[in-house]
């Protein structure tokens, strides 16, 4: 048999576990028990990627055996029992006294950061003994074991993790973002109430885009973990992202009524912060007719329901634009909102239900006796005129039937 031969039968019978094979072939003379394949595994490497604990301790037996050797990738034997949880080869390996526990692949991957990517506590615990392990090591994105264990939602390991003096919990990665905003992202409220359970964890960390955990929460709707995070007193409930939004107005854009009741029970929340546009929380509740969250925003004493935006749109004129009928309802209920406002352009939400041809909208401001249908824009154009000019009859109709219609202005 050549040379060649035995290295590939030897390859094989590691990889598919065959023990008392590879007891015999251990005992050829001339046999390279580190040879690698073309992917740069060792015997040992391809007996830890299948989690073989037989061949696994049969190898570490050979003195001559290199625990610490590298594929292609950078990864050790140890490295790819982390990797897929295999505790018991993990273990065997740990017990070599030439192992190295924490080497990196050419990813940044340490073992501790592969078992806590996937949840493996078994293994997390056994690296963890380690004395030349470290616990805060980062990967080529900047993400640490807790980091990574916390936005997986194991909390077995973000326990164990946290349990030690020596972890940082507020590491940030490349995106600034840290392992209580990761977890925050999720839906698992008591992963966030275990970080939070650390004296040292700082709560209202900004990402690179701004982003606080509680921002990140809101967006994604998650209300148990808002709560959790509006009741840590360094909480800034209304700061604002590289968007120039609050939480409270994230939640308004997707239309959370849940996350929006909750925001709103604080009442450091101010619910009239705007954004980059001059948009309020309930301007974009009411382009998106979102009822119940209007109707939330408009239940807060301190809200003000006629905030213009840059453009002069006040969320009477945006919701008439876009039809939103039940919140026009909503808003004229308002005694502090002026149904008459122009914006920029000099158009009311009248002249703006008009032109889009949201006929329903028109009969509840022609309900309305505040409504002046004689204003006209900047450009000396009434309702009834854009009513003519878009040909809506069912509007021209409504609007000849108010004695207050200008009549000339066609």
Request: proline share 5%; hydrophobic share 40%; aromatic share 6%.
């Amino acid at each position: 048999m050549s040379e060649y031969s035995r290295q590939t039968l030897f390859s094989w019978a590691v990889g598919k576990g065959h023990d008392a094979l590879v007891m015999v072939m251990l005992g050829w003379e001339g046999l390279d028990v580190n040879e690698a394949d073309r992917d740069g595994r060792t015997p040992l490497s391809l007996a830890a990627v299948k989690g073989r604990d037989g061949v696994v301790g049969l190898l570490l037996e050979r003195e001559d055996v290199r625990p610490n050797m590298t594929d292609g990738s950078g990864a050790t034997p140890l490295m790819y029992a982390a990797q897929f949880g295999y505790d018991r080869v993990v273990k065997l390996l740990l017990e070599r006294e030439d192992i190295s526990p924490d080497i990196a692949n050419n990813y940044g991957n340490t073992p501790l950061l592969w078992a806590a990517k996937g949840g493996h506590y078994g293994v997390v615990k056994l690296l963890l003994r380690c004395k030349n392990v470290k616990p805060n090591a980062t990967d080529i994105v900047g993400r640490t074991p807790l980091s990574w264990a916390a936005a997986g939602g194991y909390r077995r390991v973000v326990q164990i993790l946290l349990g030690r003096g020596d972890v940082d919990p507020n590491i940030t990665d490349n995106i600034g973002r840290t392992a209580l905003s990761w977890a925050a992202e999720n839906w698992d409220d008591r992963m966030v109430k275990l970080l939070l359970e650390r004296e040292d964890i700082v709560p209202d960390t900004q990402d690179y885009f701004g982003q606080t955990p509680l921002t990140i929460s809101a967006r994604r709707g998650r209300e148990r973990v808002v709560e959790l995070l509006l009741g840590c007193e360094d909480v800034n409930p209304n700061i604002k992202d590289g968007a120039d939004r609050t939480p409270l107005l994230w939640a308004a854009v997707f239309g959370d009524h849940r996350t929006v009741r909750v925001l709103l029970e604080s009442e450091d929340v101010n619910p009239n912060m705007s954004d980059d546009s001059g948009r309020t929380p309930l301007s974009w509740a009411a382009e998106r007719g979102k009822d119940r969250v209007v109707e939330l925003l408009l239940g807060r004493e301190d809200v003000n329901p006629d905030l213009a935006n840059h453009s002069g749109d006040t969320p009477l004129s945006t919701a008439a634009r876009f039809g939103r009928h039940r919140v026009v309802e909503l808003l004229l209920r308002c005694q502090n909102v002026d149904p008459n406002m122009t914006d920029k352009f000099g158009q009311t939400p009248i002249s703006w239900a008009v032109m889009s041809g949201k006929d329903k909208v028109v009969q509840l401001l022609l309900g309305l006796e505040a409504v002046d249908t004689n204003i006209a824009d900047n450009d000396g154009r009434t309702p009834l005129w854009w009513a003519s000019c878009v040909g809506n009859e069912a509007a021209m109709n409504l609007l000849q039937a108010r004695q207050s219609a200008n009549l000339n202005a066609v």
